[in-house]
T-cell receptor
């Protein structure tokens, strides 16, 4: 059974810092991996989707990498801003399954 | 395009009462998902529909939860009777198809508090 783990559970940084969020999964037979953002009281917004054949995806200040063989992904946020404060969720898809999520990392960026 | 609509946004009920949530997916999206997100946890799939048929309901507590998707469009999720541990955010999502490369669009969720 696939399990997705995210470390750390919470992170507080001052504005301007570069930071890394980690995601690991137990079964490397995935189709893709997605990073989502969740603001309090809101739904989930997709940030980046990495297909299993890809190594990384970039969008603005966000860069996500995927090492499928080791079961790891990282989300790199450059020059963090207070508006980046949110919970970041990692999720994978496999054959015959819907998205399987980790518990998330709650990020707080102080000005 | 309009997003995934959910209602109500918030609901407070007493244990043993019943409650229903409604979801209207994006037009043309054949696949609809209901997820449960308990505070501090990631979303957990309750049920997946493809059109009006159930694809996966293996994690749905069928003794108290039920869901339907009539005519392959709107869906309702019902809990009867509710327990304290059902307090959570219930998220609805839809996608064009059930292939893994199709993106999901999530609604804002319904926050349920059972007291």
């Amino acid at each position: 059974k696939q399990e997705v783990t995210q470390i750390p559970a919470a992170l507080s940084v001052p504005e301007g810092e570069n930071l890394v969020l980690n995601c690991s999964f137990t079964d490397s037979a995935i189709y893709n991996l997605q990073w989502f953002r969740q603001d309090p009281g809101k739904g989930l917004t997709s940030l980046l989707l990495i297909q299993s054949s890809q190594r990384e995806q970039t969008s603005g200040r966000l860069n996500a990498s995927l090492d499928k063989s080791s079961g790891r992904s990282t989300l790199y946020i450059a020059a963090s801003q207070p508006g980046d404060s949110a919970t970041y969720l990692c999720a994978v898809t496999q054959a015959g399954t819907a998205l399987i999520f980790g518990k998330g990392t709650t990020l707080s960026v102080s000005s | 395009e309009a997003g995934v609509a959910q209602s109500p946004r918030y609901k407070i009920i007493e244990k043993r009462q019943s409650v229903a949530f409604w979801c209207n997916p994006i037009s043309g999206h054949a696949t609809l998902y209901w997820y449960q997100q308990i505070l501090g946890q990631g979303p957990k799939l309750l049920i997946q529909f493809q059109n009006n048929g159930v694809v996966d309901d293996s994690q749905l507590p069928k003794d108290r939860f039920s869901a339907e998707r009539l005519k392959g469009v709107d869906s309702t999720l019902k809990i009867q009777p509710a327990k304290l541990e059902d307090s959570a955010v219930y998220l609805c999502a839809s996608s064009f198809g059930d292939a893994p490369n199709y993106g999901y669009t999530f609604g804002s969720g319904t926050r349920l508090t059972v007291v």
